[in-house]
């Protein structure tokens, strides 16, 4: 069950890079990751002090260890992923996000002082490949004058997955999956709360930007965070983090699907190394 869970989880997750790119036309990154996440505390401090009802119990320690998900897994990955997305094709943006695990890898083999194997070397050599034909659009001898801001934000993303999954591995150790999303999202909607009135709110918000924030805060939040939760407490961090290699394939797949968007040939190209790069940097 955990494992279709967590296949779940990426379709869901893939279904955020269109209900982001909607809703960052119209909203800025602050105030439209406050609505996704005011929707999902909503949803998630309920459900929390019904399965825990000290859930608003905390030692210092498990304060800490929450904050820093919020910064980086709340406040961080939702400022570079509303600014990217608003930039940057969907589809475009999840080959750029799916390097996940590929920096997950990475700092596990640092914090851990594994040797990274021949064959996940090759799987990051080629994800970074793929990447870089993403980025050029095509063209890798105009890569420094193809790079956009869009790539820039994008990339900021699985940087800071990479730092979320590994705090989430130690806050995992102290307390509940659910607890520790639940304050996760608070401590993180607390931090972009502060940085809202620095934005103008647009005039008109059409209903379907309303669905788009409640898909990203129910769906998008509550259950899939859980989920993958989940995932790194019964299978570890990096074994969770496979799944995450759906995202983009699910994301392609939706983007031409929802948003009408057409595949450029570089991002068909790009997609191979990419996806093939992150099955091989997660060969165990």
């Excluded at 600014?83 to 996940?100: I, T």
Aim: glycine share 8%; net charge positive.
């Amino acid at each position: 069950m955990t494992y279709f869970k967590l296949v779940l989880v990426a379709l869901i997750w893939a279904g955020t890079f269109i209900g982001t790119r909607i809703a960052a036309q119209v909203f800025g990154p602050f105030t439209g990751a406050s609505f996704r996440y005011a929707f999902a505390i909503l949803f998630m401090v309920p459900i929390a002090l019904f399965q825990d009802k000290n859930t608003f119990r905390l030692s210092k320690k498990q304060f800490l260890q929450v904050a820093l998900l919020g910064l980086t897994g709340i406040f961080g990955y939702s400022f570079f992923f509303f600014k990217g997305m608003k930039l940057v094709p969907a589809s475009h943006g999840a080959l750029l996000v799916s390097l996940n695990p590929v920096f997950v890898m990475i700092l596990s083999s640092i914090r851990y002082k594994e040797r990274v194997r021949p064959i996940r070397l090759l799987g990051a050599i080629l994800s970074i490949i793929g990447v870089v034909i993403v980025i050029s659009r095509g063209n890798i001898a105009g890569l420094i004058s193809s790079f956009q801001w869009g790539d820039a934000f994008m990339l900021g993303c699985p940087v800071v997955w990479a730092l979320y999954t590994f705090f989430a591995s130690d806050a995992l150790k102290e307390m509940k999956p659910l607890k520790a999303a639940t304050w996760a999202t608070i401590t993180g909607w607390i931090m972009l709360m502060c940085f809202v009135p620095t934005e103008q709110f647009p005039l008109h918000v059409s209903s379907g930007i309303w669905l788009a924030l409640i898909y990203l805060g129910l769906f998008g939040t509550v259950i899939a965070a859980v989920w993958y939760y989940e995932g790194i407490s019964k299978i570890g961090p990096l074994r969770t983090a496979v799944f995450n290699n759906l995202i983009p394939v699910f994301a392609l797949i939706l983007s031409v699907l929802l948003l009408h968007e057409k595949l450029e040939p570089h991002t068909l190209y790009g997609s191979v190394f990419v996806i093939l790069g992150i099955l091989l940097t997660n060969k165990f």
